[in-house]
């Protein structure tokens, strides 16, 4: 069985702790989190020295637990009316978390927050909701995927070597891909692996809703000093790259016709977008010309005035 990624292991111990009044030893902590004695040393030492109310105490027969210190379960916050009502009324911002350890406890924190509001706040608050929605179309589902997410940030975390069985937009079956995870992005409601492909030799993106299974090897990569997760995504529309690796950014213009110029206006599209202007939009961008055609080819199959000109 494959070990939990460090952090996420870390947020397991703590919850395992809370949930047991008298404590645990360390090999009752190491065999609920699936690896050994010197590393759940390691990560309550660690936990110890980041602040966590951690203890270890010598019970009247001598075995040594580590419990949770008295009155350190619960952290000492206290929210006003206003920012208990704003984080509430915000809780569906972290509907991305679902699918990862981190879901259930802020599902947790909500309810607590719930229980402090009251019914009578909440059946008020119930009515501001229907006057602001947060519209989430095509959002993934990652409940399902939890167990690959936590395989993946373990590889990531531990610089591992995985194998990814991964099925493409244009492919009718998975394959195996030999894959060095870098990290993950969230773009536009979807998670996106962003690892060294073996099979290509380069650097690739991949969408992992299309990420059927994941076996994290024992042998660990050396990852590029040099690369940066967000330097990498900085000549991307979103995680959107070219393949062409090697070719320099193109400098374009694009015009958009007057019927989607102010909403092209009034958004920031790319980090190299230097000029916008009414009545029609003259766009600046060091990227690829095609990708961007691309972005409007929907809404040009309803109106091809939709379509913006490239030079």
Request: proline share 4%.
């Amino acid at each position: 069985m494959q070990s939990t990624p460090q952090i996420q292991r870390q947020w397991q111990i703590l919850i395992s702790l809370m949930s047991r009044r008298m404590g645990m030893t360390i090999k009752e902590l190491a065999a609920e989190v699936n690896v050994d004695d010197r590393t759940i040393r390691r990560d309550l030492n660690t936990l110890r020295k980041a602040n966590f109310p951690l203890e270890e105490r010598v019970t009247a027969h001598g075995c040594k637990h580590w419990k949770i210190v008295d009155g350190g379960a619960h952290v000492p916050i206290h929210f006003n009316w206003p920012e208990a009502v704003a984080l509430y009324l915000g809780r569906r911002l972290l509907d991305p978390l679902a699918g990862t350890n981190f879901w259930t406890s802020a599902q947790s924190a909500f309810s607590k927050i719930r229980a402090m509001l009251g019914e009578a706040a909440l059946t008020q608050l119930s009515k501001v909701e229907k006057t602001f929605l947060q519209t989430t179309p095509g959002v993934s589902d990652y409940s399902s995927k939890s167990e690959l997410i936590d395989l993946l940030m373990l590889a990531i975390e531990d610089h591992k070597i995985a194998w990814v069985a991964y099925q493409s937009e244009r492919a009718t079956e998975p394959v195996s891909l030999e894959l060095y995870p870098y990290g993950i992005v969230y773009h536009k409601g979807s998670l996106y692996l962003i690892a060294f492909s073996c099979e290509h030799k380069m650097i690739r993106h991949f969408k992992i809703d299309r990420v059927t299974g994941v076996d994290v090897q024992t042998l660990q990569f050396s990852p590029d000093a040099n690369f940066h997760l967000a330097k990498h995504l900085a000549n991307s529309f979103g995680v959107f790259h070219s393949d062409d690796h090697q070719s320099q950014p193109k400098k374009i213009r694009i015009r958009f016709s007057s019927e989607v110029a102010r909403y092209v206006q009034e958004k920031t599209w790319h980090c190299s977008l230097v000029e916008v202007c009414l009545p029609k939009v003259l766009v600046k961008t060091n990227t690829v010309a095609d990708y961007v055609q691309s972005l409007w080819k929907v809404s040009s199959e309803s109106d091809p005035d939709y379509l913006p000109d490239i030079e």
